[in-house]
């Protein structure tokens, strides 16, 4: 079975406005309220893939039934430890060009409560896998990433870590499946800038000490850039489609989801990087997670590029 973990959920509020001013009423064009968090964002994408998951990790109040409800309609089981407090709602504003993200702290996590969490994940064999995404909730230490990288390698699951605390790095040397930094947190672990990686000799360079860690594979989002993926056997490049930004909070969920998903069907690693990169800009495109209707025609823009043992296919 395919679980997903999400510590610090929330509702997002997505918004439109005209123009956007302070000190005025801004009264919005358009808005939608989606249940969301990392991990949420894969398992609706592999439920519209066809894929069954269980989502996991902390809920709380109103907020947090109404994410439990969501995910019950769309037909994805859930095993959520309650907490006391509020899931957090935050708020994404479209004006004009401009973008604006407000993401609110959320509750803070009891001892007892991440125990409960982690006695969930001790449950898991090697018949199962796990994504563990986004940002700690207040009250949980990081060491909670390495507590888990643990118990993948004593039961055996695959795990896989979008994540961007230091932490992934003592994670290593228990060989998750497979990490998905951007290019940004790339450059941030291996302490340089992320303009350094202008070119895709660095990108690659930078990937490879990270296998030499202990990571199995490595899928980088790069934003408009495309993408790239790197194991011990392959090193792939895509290019990005074109199209209107409209939010970009969700699409490196999409990417990663749709990249595992489409490696459950069996596509070769070429379509499934291709796929991906198409179904997270379609998200990038929407206010919401990409209904994957338009991903066959983004995928005829996308340029992939193959590099082997220092030789560059197309």
């Known amino acids: ?51 069954d998951s269980v989502a996991t990790g902390f809920l709380g109040g109103f907020t947090g039934t109404y994410i439990d409800d969501e995910l019950n309609q769309t037909g994805i089981a859930t095993d959520f430890v309650i907490i006391d407090g509020i899931t957090r709602i935050n708020t994404f ?26 006695d969930k994940i001790s449950k898991l064999t090697g018949k199962d896998m796990l994504f563990v995404s986004g940002s700690l909730p207040r009250g949980v230490d990081d060491s909670i990433l390495k507590r888990i990288s643990q118990l993948s390698v004593q039961k055996g699951f695959q ?45 690659i360079e930078a990937a490879e000490k990270l296998l030499k860690k202990g990571a199995q594979r490595i899928l980088v989002s790069r934003g408009e850039k495309g993408t790239m993926y790197v194991d011990k056997e392959h090193i792939l490049f895509t290019t990005a489609p074109k199209g209107e930004v409209v939010n970009t909070a969700c699409a490196g969920d999409t990417l990663l989801g749709t990249f595992i998903g489409s490696r459950l069907k069996n596509k070769s690693l070429e379509d499934a990087l291709v796929y991906a990169t198409a ?36």
Request: aromatic share 8%; charged share 20%; net charge negative.
């Open 159 to 203: 795990l896989i870590l979008d994540v961007s605390s230091n932490a992934l790095l003592s994670c290593l040397e228990d060989h998750p499946y497979l990490i998905k930094p951007s290019d940004e947190e790339l450059a941030a672990w291996l302490g340089v800038k992320p303009d350094s990686f202008n070119s895709e000799a660095q990108l």
């Open 93 to 118: 504003i479209k004006a004009g060009a401009a973008e604006y993200k407000a993401v609110n702290r959320g509750p803070a996590i009891s001892l007892a409560a991440q125990a409960q969490l982690i």
């Open 279 to 314: 179904a997270g800009s379609s998200t990038a495109f929407t206010a919401g997670l990409s209904d994957l209707t338009d991903v066959p025609e983004l995928m005829k823009q996308i340029k992939l590029t193959t590099h082997l043992k220092g030789a560059e296919e197309s």
């Open 1 to 51: 079975m395919i679980y997903t973990c999400t510590m610090n959920p929330a509702i997002d509020l997505f918004t439109e406005f005209n123009s956007f001013e302070p000190h005025v009423v801004n009264r919005s064009v358009f808005e939608d309220y989606q249940a969301n968090g990392k991990t949420i964002n894969i398992s609706f994408m592999l439920k519209k893939m066809g894929i």
